[in-house]
């Protein structure tokens, strides 16, 4: 798992950069910003879920730590969203863009991993 991890921290931001300077070219500075914020959100939602797990894993009270510990990711995230939303300086598509590319890069690396486990 964390030959994995290290391969997705290193992957994303190299195609978010790309992705970001090509849109940068035909579209307002909002949306490559947008799209990076989306990916920053979730390698660092990513790296909340990866910590709780390794710190709880094999306590007794596992379950309900990751809970809390993802209950308090969410309230972070839906704080942040709603603060750039006010300001106006994100753009919903370009944060999905952002956020689905580094989920995809996630799902691919998880996918690898699992056809060299078997």
């Given amino acids: 798992m964390e030959i994995m991890i290290k391969r997705i921290y290193k992957q994303t931001p190299i195609i978010i950069s790309i992705l970001a300077i090509i849109s940068s070219f035909f579209t307002e500075w909002r949306f490559p910003f947008s799209v990076i914020i989306g990916s920053i959100v979730f390698l660092a939602s990513l790296w909340s879920i990866v910590w709780a797990v390794k710190k709880f894993l094999y306590q007794g009270s596992a379950q309900a730590s990751i809970v809390v510990v993802s209950a308090l990711k969410m309230l972070a995230i839906f704080a942040l969203l709603v603060a ?22 996630t799902a691919k690396e998880g996918f690898i991993a699992s056809r060299k486990k078997t």
Avoid at 84 to 105: C, H, Q, R
């Fill in 84 to 105: 750039l939303a006010m300001l106006e300086l994100i753009n919903v598509i370009g944060f999905i863009t952002g956020f689905t590319v580094s989920l995809m890069i």
